[in-house]
């Protein structure tokens, strides 16, 4: 069961939206917000799995309002009658865009895109240069040279692997342990990054893959020693 929250000013946009996700198994409950402000709120100080979201909205915008959340295990859809907002969204790593009129058979396969997404995988095995995850009963292999950064996403892990995003149950200490790799290299406590990968770094911000990731200050003068002879 999930929790679920649909943001639009819209009063009917909201109300064709809440009757679809009733039809759908597993929503525990849906919180509707014609305010933004309120939703940022709410969803600020309770459990909130996934969000459906306008983006056209007074005070604030949809792309505004996910960099307004806190959690970042909070998973967005974006929901908009224009197609031009989709990159940006893409850009914040919303799990999905759809366009208005949205329909039932559209919803069902965003709801099952979530799902999938919460579905961790596991350490299986770690090899010199690659590891093995368990996905359900299946077996995947990555090479540890493509990940392009780790963040924490309270009990699980998202590996960001080239434009594919791996979400794993485990703290970032364990996957420290589990990933062997000599370019990764941990700079604040929800990051670890591969160095191979970062585009730039500006003052104590480390651009990577469309990411820009802080450098913490219990981290800054290992990362910063670390490079130079990278």
Do not use: W
């Not at 305010?35 to 915008?61: C, G, R, W």
Request: with cysteine; charged share 25%.
């Amino acid at each position: 069961m999930f929790n679920v929250v649909i943001v639009d000013d819209d009063i009917i946009s909201c109300d064709l939206m809440s009757g679809l996700l009733s039809k759908v198994e597993g929503v525990s409950s849906s919180h509707v917000f014609t305010n933004p402000l309120q939703a940022i709120s709410y969803i600020n100080e309770n459990k909130v799995d996934l969000v459906f979201l306008d983006v056209e909205m007074p005070n604030v915008n949809g792309l505004e309002f996910i960099l307004l959340i806190k959690n970042p295990a909070i998973s967005f859809v974006l929901v908009s009658a224009k197609s031009e907002y989709a990159f940006k969204g893409f850009e914040l790593n919303i799990l999905d865009y759809m366009q208005k009129p949205v329909h039932f058979a559209r919803l069902l396969a965003s709801i099952e895109k979530f799902k999938k997404q919460r579905t961790p995988s596991q350490f299986v095995e770690e090899k010199n240069d690659f590891i093995f995850l368990k996905n359900e009963n299946i077996l995947e292999k990555y090479n540890k040279n493509d990940i392009c950064f780790i963040k924490a996403l309270g009990d699980y892990v998202a590996i960001h692997i080239g434009d594919k995003k791996v979400i794993i149950l485990s703290t970032m200490s364990e996957v420290e342990k589990n990933i062997n790799n000599k370019d990764l290299i941990r700079v604040h406590r929800s990051f670890i990054v591969n160095v191979s990968k970062i585009d730039k770094i500006e003052g104590e911000t480390i651009s990577c893959s469309n990411e820009f990731i802080p450098i913490g200050i219990r981290y800054k003068e290992r990362f910063f020693n670390f490079i130079k002879y990278f």
